[in-house]
């Protein structure tokens, strides 16, 4: 069973700059690719960006396209989502999250159906 646990949210004005981590534990972390999710208030939750297992390849959603870089440290089990440039409408719990099988391809990681592993969110809050 993996664990997933967020870190690294808070409360920022607009332009600002924040970075969540997303330590796991309980499988073999590097076999997996990782993604990023978000959702607000009365929204549904929606793909931010993801990470393949092999050769850090990644996927973005067209909304965070330049301003948001996802990254991987396999040694520190550990996935992160740099957020430069925000906006009033990035505001969101940010989830990490895992699917259930190891060497997944690129394909799909844009798809929530694809996940089933959810850490328990992080709170970003981007003032105007």
């Known amino acids: 069973q993996v664990q997933l646990v967020e870190s690294g949210g808070g409360l920022v004005q607009a332009g600002g700059s924040l970075r969540l981590s997303c330590a796991a534990s309980?499988?073999?972390?590097?076999?997996?690719?990782m993604g990023w999710f978000r959702q607000a208030p009365g929204k549904e939750r929606e793909f931010v960006a993801a990470?393949?297992?092999?050769?850090?390849?990644?996927v973005y959603a067209a909304s965070v396209k330049g301003r948001f870089t996802v990254s991987r440290d396999n040694a520190k089990n550990t996935v992160y989502l740099q957020m430069n440039s925000l906006k009033p409408e990035d505001t969101a719990v940010y989830y990490c999250?895992?699917?259930?099988?190891?060497?997944?391809?690129?394909?799909?990681?844009?798809?929530?159906?694809?996940?089933?592993?959810w850490g328990q969110g992080t709170q970003v809050t981007v003032s105007s």
């Open positions: 990470i393949s297992w092999f050769a850090g390849r990644t």
């Open positions: 309980g499988r073999t972390f590097s076999r997996y690719a």
């Open positions: 999250a895992a699917p259930p099988g190891p060497f997944a391809s690129m394909i799909g990681l844009d798809d929530i159906k694809g996940y089933d592993h």
